[in-house]
């Protein structure tokens, strides 16, 4: 069974930093993208950024509202993706959901639970 | 950027009613469109992908159509756990965007 486990949320200040993990399991990882969403409360979803598997080069993409702060990684080793996020902003509050992109239909098709960051002073 | 328009924002229905939903492209996405439904607290699940694909354990009332600019997902008879939002997603070009979402409600 596919599972996603993000993990590492929590209250921050604006200005710091703070790094979100996505632990997977129940398939081979490392040949898969990944992928970052997030929904800030009661809000729509928003395409946070995505890593490419290593036959794909392992590059990344993000969006323009977070490129330049954040940064995602993986180690295929452990199964895990991550989420650096610095310089956070009050706009930064949300639910953040990792994703198993599918190369085939290029879709989201195994959503985490998500984890609530919460950048307030 | 490619923005995505749904419409309604939001639909009121009754179980057993045929409703469908509207996505526009801001540019063409040939068929990188996908659908998610979400539900209160919960994660977003896949529908459908490459605009029509339905996405396997997803109830064959569920249909998506469409190509280029205009799509759109239609559920045929309504159950009561269809009840919530539903997202266009398209992923033709970076930034991968989404639509603003319809909330499906009971009437």
């Known amino acids: 069974e596919v599972q996603l486990v993000e993990s590492g949320g929590g209250l921050v200040q604006p200005g710091r930093s703070l790094r979100l993990s996505c632990t997977a399991s129940g398939f081979t990882f490392g040949d898969y993208a990944m992928s970052w969403v997030r929904q800030a409360p009661g809000k729509g979803l928003e395409w946070v950024g995505f890593i490419r598997s290593k036959a794909y080069g392992g590059t990344t993409e993000y969006a323009a509202s977070v490129k330049g702060r954040f940064t995602i990684s993986r180690d295929d080793s452990k199964s895990i993706a991550y989420l650096q996020m610095n310089s956070l902003k009050t706009e930064d509050t949300a639910v953040y959901y990792c994703t198993r992109q599918n190369y085939g239909s290029g879709s989201s098709d195994y959503w985490g639970q998500g984890t609530l960051v919460t950048v307030s002073s | 950027d490619i923005q995505m328009t749904q419409s309604p924002s939001t639909l009121s229905a009754s179980v057993g009613d045929r409703v469908t939903i509207t996505c526009r492209a801001s540019q063409s996405i040939s068929s990188w469109l996908a659908w998610y439904q979400q539900k209160p607290g919960k994660a977003p699940k896949l529908l459908i992908y490459?605009?029509?694909s339905l996405e396997s354990g997803v109830p064959s009332r569920f249909s998506g159509s469409g190509s280029g600019t205009e799509f759109t997902l239609t559920i045929s008879s309504l159950q009561p756990d269809d009840f919530a939002t539903y997202y266009c997603q398209q992923y033709n070009s970076y930034p991968i965007t989404f639509g603003q979402g319809t909330r499906l409600e009971i009437k």
């Open positions: 490459k605009a029509s």
